[in-house]
């Protein structure tokens, strides 16, 4: 979906490097989400934050960071990044009017050597 | 534990109906059954979603049985377009978590 976008959509990086992936959003939503998705497996959810004040941790947040700059706008990090980190990382947006359905954007697949 | 349990794949005729159940047998009375699907390694589409009642929109029906510990999502005319991965997930907070799967292909 156009409206969710992410940057980098590649990356491959090394062991102990900080990464750091951006989200955004034009669709005014307040709900946004970090997943991520191993080869063969479903998505699993890393953090997500239902406003710009408001961060919460998901299934699988150890290793992760996220920031809330803006409404429009949610970052992952990565501060030491390991290989089992190789993934695909989706980020979502929800509006808090229709939560049952989450847009996701176009994924960034991560390669850490 | 998996909330959910679909089958792992599972092939369809171009134009016909394709039937995906999913077993939720575990299900509690404030959760939510919705349907995703994934195409590639795109990001998941949003099909439908439904608590007690059968619900149907312009992509497809989900029909919940009575004790809602299943239900079946049904693609009325399925076409090549529709090859993906079907995510069948039991929610009450939005939080979603979605399992393997069920790889559906269609097939001309």
């Known amino acids: 979906d156009a409206d969710v976008t992410q940057t980098p959509r590649n990356r491959i990086t090394k062991t102990g490097k900080r990464i750091m992936l951006e989200c955004s959003q034009t669709?005014?939503?307040?709900?946004m989400y970090w997943y991520r998705q191993d080869p063969g497996l479903g998505l699993r959810l890393i953090y997500y934050s239902f406003d710009v004040k408001d961060i919460n941790k998901g299934e699988i947040s150890d290793g992760y960071s996220v920031s809330r700059q803006a409404q429009a706008k949610f970052s992952l990090s990565l501060e030491s990044a390991i290989p089992n980190q190789t993934a695909l990382y989706f980020c979502?947006?929800?509006?808090?009017?229709?939560?049952?359905?989450?847009?996701f954007g176009p994924g960034t697949r991560l390669t850490v050597l | 534990d998996a909330k959910t349990t679909q089958p792992p794949s599972m092939d369809c005729a171009e134009g016909r109906a394709a039937n995906l159940p999913c077993n939720h047998s575990t299900i509690s009375g404030n959760e939510y059954v919705y349907w995703y699907r994934q195409i590639h390694s795109q990001g998941p589409q949003y099909i439908i979603h439904?608590?007690?009642n059968n619900e149907t929109n312009e992509m497809a029906s989900l029909i919940i049985t009575e004790d809602r510990k299943s239900s079946t999502l049904i693609l009325p005319h399925a076409t090549l377009r529709d090859t993906a991965v079907y995510y069948c997930?039991?929610?009450?907070?939005?939080?979603?978590?979605f399992g393997a799967g069920t790889t559906v292909t269609v097939r001309a």
């Open positions: 997930i039991v929610d009450n907070d939005y939080k979603l978590s």
């Open positions: 669709k005014g939503h307040d709900r």
């Open positions: 439904g608590l007690k």
């Open positions: 979502a947006t929800s509006d808090k009017l229709a939560l049952h359905e989450q847009f």
